[in-house]
């Protein structure tokens, strides 16, 4: 495993400048979102040479790129908002094929209209299901051309809120493009140590089969995020139990400040270690 981080991060609309700040605050991976190329994270077009810019940038500076961001309201209550996430999404897929990035990861949204990672009563609604469904079949398509998986991220306040959601939407759509992401710090709203470690443990067995990206976000046991190695985490054991599930890939932090990037690439290297 390899530590990574959320390129947007740090400052810069460059992808080299942005990507040499990964390597020199010590991560080998970098999650990646076209903001830190100057544009709209999921923009209507993306620039011819945006793909060719991302693909030297990563080999000049040495930084893997295991995904790239394309985070949408995929369950937005308006069809006309839905459509339009999807439709810009194709050229982000396009885009990671051409610049060799294998997944670009997805919200699978909230009837929220202001804000896709805030709750809303009818997200647990078959019709919030069924129009989120109807959208990732579309994006599934594009992935199966393109030669890439999506990524879709448990998320209390979100349509899929747990592991055996997404397992069951991959069974739904019948593909094989479907990967998950698993945060921990999303797994629970609260709880002791004890209980947040047996969630996390069990969270990692029922995904093993589609995980395709493990995020280290941490939260307190009231639920305030925070730093990873400051809340109810236990990060080594996480650790210990996505290597047992045969999980090679990077360990993608976030949610952090400028000023706390150092300590958090300590403490992962030493995790992962």
Aim: overall charge negative.
């Amino acid at each position: 495993m390899q530590a990574g981080i959320f390129a947007k991060t740090f400052a810069g609309h460059d992808p080299h400048t942005v990507l040499m700040q990964v390597r020199a605050a010590g991560f080998a991976a970098a999650q990646f979102n076209l903001a830190c190329a100057g544009l709209d994270p999921v923009p209507e077009v993306v620039p011819e040479g945006v793909s060719g810019s991302l693909r030297a940038a990563a080999t000049a500076c040495a930084v893997a790129l295991p995904a790239l961001s394309g985070t949408c309201n995929l369950a937005h209550p308006d069809p006309a908002t839905r459509q339009s996430g999807v439709t810009r999404l194709r050229g982000v897929i396009g885009c990671a094929a051409a610049a060799g990035i294998p997944m670009v990861t997805l919200c699978t949204g909230s009837r929220n209209a202001a804000d896709q990672w805030a709750p809303h009563p009818d997200n647990t609604t078959p019709e919030a299901w069924g129009d989120m469904r109807a959208a990732m079949a579309e994006l599934a398509e594009m992935a199966e051309d393109a030669g890439v998986v999506l990524g879709i991220e448990p998320e209390q306040a979100n349509v899929v809120r747990s592991v055996g959601d997404a397992l069951r939407l991959a069974q739904d759509l019948g593909t094989d493009r479907l990967r998950l992401i698993l945060d921990p710090a999303n797994l629970f709203d609260h709880g002791s140590p004890a209980e947040v470690r047996e969630i996390v443990a069990r969270a990692v067995d029922e995904s093993a089969p589609m995980l395709g990206l493990a995020h280290a976000k941490d939260r307190t046991p009231e639920g305030r995020v925070v730093p990873p190695g400051d809340g109810a985490v236990d990060f080594p054991d996480f650790v210990r139990r996505l290597a047992a599930a045969g999980y090679d890939g990077a360990l993608v932090t976030h949610g952090i400040a400028e000023a706390e990037v150092a300590q958090t690439a300590r403490r992962l290297t030493a995790w992962l270690a």
